[in-house]
């Protein structure tokens, strides 16, 4: 009996003592928000994690929140996020951005991707952000007057361009400030179209059917790609050959994509996440510019339309939807 009673409270010793330390291995698992107006981009930077040793549900924890393209939403997650106290907070787009630096200023956020977060107030600048956010930036507004460039090389004697905006985005200054600049350059008249919601869409099309553009511009924004089939549909329906800033876009019937490739930014966001586990501090990580751009050529569009991209054109894309 004696030795019996000894085992018993040899083991109940074993089992007290186990529980603490797995208990602390279980605080070990870092936890990582990750916010964003669309799905898109996760199985990217859920790639990202795995290249760098990271297993979701084993040594990560992903808590997901999508706003499913209702930005208004974006605040109320990005405060959930917070309370939850994770580690890291992950987001994708400007909004998602502006909406997790609102809701803290302790908690690391790694910026996957965003216009431009320097102009919008995200970070001081992009050597040394400072304060508790770093990341990716797309530069879009940057690239508007090369996609004009593009637009005046596929359309013969082009001279209107509509640009689709969303009044909303962080970057939405810069963004117009580049691409009006752009199109005075190209010597092309500019008609702004802003979206600020589903409801304004049937209003910005009426207007591009009684001015009559002869292409357009969709400005980047997490709302537009949440909402692109309704964009492509009335683009083909009118025979209005258009640009976009993510691929999603042209996969889905759009006509061209110009710009940085939406998964690359997402792929390279888990990198930041991983110096930032390791004890790296956001404010000493530079913002990093996107080094390759995707051109996308979609011809099944193009013939529905009616329109003969030029050989020069497509020789140059590094992708052809035929």
Aim: proline letters at 6%; a positive charge.
């Amino acid at each position: 009996m004696r030795k019996v009673a000894f085992c018993f409270a040899l083991c109940t010793l074993i089992l007290a003592l186990s529980f603490p330390v797995a208990a602390q291995e279980a605080k070990k698992v870092p936890l990582i928000g990750y916010l964003t107006a669309t799905s898109s981009g996760d199985e990217a930077f859920r790639q990202g994690l795995r290249e760098l040793g990271y297993l979701e549900g084993k040594n990560i924890v992903i808590e997901w929140r999508f706003a499913e393209g209702k930005l208004e939403r974006l605040p109320d997650l990005a405060a959930e996020l917070v309370r939850m106290k994770v580690n890291v907070i992950v987001v994708a787009g400007g909004n998602a951005a502006s909406a997790a630096k609102k809701a803290t200023n302790t908690i690391p956020i790694v910026i996957a991707s965003a216009s431009d977060p320097v102009g919008s107030g995200l970070v001081a600048n992009l050597a040394r952000p400072d304060g508790n956010i770093t990341g990716l930036t797309l530069i879009t507004p940057e690239l508007n007057g090369k996609r004009l460039e593009l637009l005046k090389e596929v359309v013969p004697g082009l001279s209107r361009v509509a640009a689709l905006v969303y009044p909303d985005n962080p970057a939405y200054a810069l963004q117009l400030e580049e691409i009006q600049e752009a199109a005075r350059s190209l010597g092309l008249r500019l008609q702004v179209l802003e979206v600020r919601g589903v409801n304004e869409f049937d209003s910005a099309f009426g207007s591009v059917k009684k001015e009559r553009p002869e292409a357009l511009n969709v400005l980047a924004s997490a709302f537009f790609s949440a909402h692109r089939s309704g964009i492509i549909e009335f683009a083909a329906k009118n025979r209005l050959p258009a640009i976009y800033h993510t691929e999603g876009f042209v996969e889905n019937g759009g006509l061209i994509f110009y710009g940085p490739r939406i998964p690359d930014l997402h792929r390279r966001a888990a990198t930041y996440v991983d110096k930032i586990l390791k004890g790296a501090k956001p404010a000493e990580l530079p913002v990093e510019q996107p080094t390759k751009f995707g051109f996308v050529i979609n011809l099944k569009a193009a013939k529905q339309i009616g329109l003969t991209i030029p050989p020069n054109v497509l020789a140059r894309a590094d992708k052809v939807i035929r």
